[in-house]
């Protein structure tokens, strides 16, 4: 049976991560993510799960550690500042290759910044964020709908991989509320067995979780194997939207939030006539870049908008290689990409 | 006589990295002991630290994670919480516990997280070098103190198991050490008595165990075991410190 609501995008990321059998939660208050806590608060008690405030957004990131290494399916979130806290906890979490979900309701920064939406934390996702060569999956989601479809297959890809996955969200998708549907007998989804999982060495011999490689060589034959889980996380999970992009002459990259804005310039300038598109990555670690080089081989031009100062874009370039071709508009610390401003820039381009 | 001096069940058949004299080795062998006493080895997940310890999960025969410098409470929470039928402890030496990992022991402990702390307090950081450590006692020389530590400059040394024992969510604290088998004995005991309460669901438990670091103190193995006996008691008296059983 379906069932539909109005929900918020922080709430609609709770109940995709309990309906993909999330039974942990840790997180700190932060804003503006704090109704997804709230959420978890209620829900954790209410599904029999464990629902903990933590000290810190470091203690948070441990205990999801902790939760992890037992094979549950565990969750923490925050934004911007607090995730800067989580970093280390993400590197170990990479390099122990222990399946987990955090969610990052981006706001501005840096330091304390401010609490309005924004996406300037692209850099630290995608690129790292803690110590070490690692990457984790980051979802992007451009709606309250995928604020619940992403969190729920998310689990499905952290377990698959043995690898942190991040909801890549922002201030404006965590608080706006829209129609969530789902079914409401849908059940968790890619459940692997966890036989590294820590759970008392019961008929079996003792296992170590752990990061700490230290014999000569044995680090790098790990980081190794990292990198070949990688490879093929780009070549299977690499996942983007396209509107209009099959004939369209001028094509708009954006992701999150701004995606929705981009969508209403490509509508209103396909009334006029004018072959636009809209390219919206769903993942933004593996990025879409042989997609994107597709395109530009189609001779299409290309523009950037996001609510930084052209992060994304360094992407895109990598994708496109040829600069000439690309233009960038982007706000910052909580400016919105306007849709005027986007209709003049493609004209001009 | 000959099964009393068998190696434990739970000890894993290595030669460890301890410096000779070091007080880590007779309390990993501690451990092993009460946890085949009571014979739960095959339900036991303990969290080892970061520090002169990070390498237990090789001498130890149980499952064992790893934790972020001092977030050894807060993992070991993520899994008893997981696993609230197994038998959860970390291993945090003085640098983890009492500098780094603060905030997670006193809300773990506030919290009243059912598991249980062994908490080997020998006064440096071993690891790194010898260097100051929250614990490090009054006029010590250390690589980080070498004007030897003083109340107006690098503070007082950090009681932080009496300061535990206001918790209301702290159930059983107790000093030992190990400088003859009589205190040996004591902590073995008390070790046991801390398993047994967290297998009961009685909460949060802790035993600071005063232990020689010969390397680092610059003396040999028996002249540190007498300085525990002479000097360190002095700021950390042994026994028990609180005890709501």
């Excluded at chain 1, 840790?26 to 599904?47: D, F, K, V």
């Amino acid at each position: 049976m379906k069932i539909k609501y109005l929900s918020t995008g922080n709430e609609a990321c709770g109940e995709g991560a309990i309906r993909a059998g999330c039974r942990f939660y840790a997180g700190y208050p932060i804003t503006p993510q704090n109704e997804l806590t709230a959420y978890m608060s209620r829900r954790m008690e209410e599904e029999k799960g464990t629902f903990i405030q933590a000290e810190s957004e470091l203690a948070a990131i441990n205990m999801v550690f902790g939760a992890s290494l037992t094979g549950a399916r565990a969750m923490t979130s925050s934004s911007s500042p607090g995730i800067s806290l989580k970093q280390e906890g993400i590197s170990y979490l990479a390099g122990a290759e222990l399946p987990s979900v955090i969610v990052n309701v981006m706001r501005g920064g840096p330091g304390l910044g401010n609490i309005a939406a924004s996406q300037s934390d692209y850099f630290q996702s995608t690129k790292g964020g803690g110590h070490g060569d690692y990457h984790i999956i980051v979802l992007a989601p451009s709606s309250v709908q995928e604020m619940f479809d992403l969190t729920y297959d998310a689990f499905a890809l952290a377990d698959k991989y043995r690898i942190p996955v991040m909801i890549l969200a922002d201030g404006m998708l965590g608080q706006m509320m829209e129609p969530l549907e789902f079914d409401d007998n849908i059940q968790p989804r890619g459940i692997v067995p966890k036989e590294w999982a820590l759970t008392g060495a019961e008929g079996r011999e003792p296992q170590s979780i752990k990061s700490l490689l230290l014999g000569p060589g044995v680090l790098e034959r790990h980081n190794e194997k990292l990198q070949r889980i990688y490879r093929e996380i780009s070549e299977n999970d690499t996942v983007w939207k396209e509107h209009y992009t099959d004939d369209a002459e001028k094509i708009i990259v954006a992701y999150g939030s701004v995606s929705r804005i981009a969508l209403s310039c490509v509508s209103a300038m396909r009334q006029e006539g004018c072959k636009i598109g809209l390219f919206d990555p769903k993942t933004l670690w593996p990025f879409p870049y042989k997609r994107i080089r597709d395109l530009a081989g189609g001779g299409a031009k290309f523009l950037v908008t996001e609510m930084s100062s052209g992060q994304m874009l360094e992407d895109v370039r990598l994708a496109v290689q040829d600069d000439a071709r690309i233009s960038f508009y982007g706000r910052m610390a909580g400016g919105i990409p306007e849709e005027k401003v986007i209709i003049e820039r493609l004209k001009a381009m | 006589m000959s099964d009393k001096i068998k190696k434990p069940e739970s000890m894993k058949d290595a030669m460890t990295h301890y410096c000779p004299g070091c007080g880590h080795g007779l309390v990993h062998r501690i451990i092993c002991e009460v946890i085949d006493d009571l014979d739960i080895r095959e339900k036991t997940v303990a969290v080892a630290p970061v520090g002169c310890a990070v390498l237990a999960y090789d001498y130890w025969d149980f499952d064992t994670a790893e934790a972020a410098h001092g977030r050894t409470p807060a993992v070991a929470t993520g899994i008893k919480r997981v696993l609230p039928d197994r038998l959860v402890f970390t291993y945090q030496g003085d640098g983890d516990l009492a500098a780094i990992g603060t905030s997670e022991i006193i809300h773990a402990g506030n919290r009243g997280e059912n598991i249980s702390i062994i908490f080997v307090n020998n006064g440096v950081y071993g690891m790194t070098g010898g260097q100051m450590a929250p614990t490090t006692i009054l006029g010590q020389t250390t690589a980080t103190s070498p004007y030897t530590r003083r109340p107006e400059k690098e503070g007082n040394p950090l009681k932080i198991t009496e300061m535990m024992a206001v918790l209301p969510g702290v159930k059983y604290l107790e000093r030992t050490t190990l400088t003859n088998p009589k205190e040996v004995i004591n902590t073995k005991k008390a070790v046991r008595k801390s398993f047994e309460l967290q297998l009961q669901g009685k909460g949060f438990s802790m035993v600071e165990i005063l232990s020689p670091c010969p390397t680092y103190w610059g003396l040999n193995p028996v002249a540190s075991m007498k300085r525990i006996e002479e000097e360190v008691i002095k700021t950390y008296p042994l026994g028990v410190i609180k005890d709501e059983n």
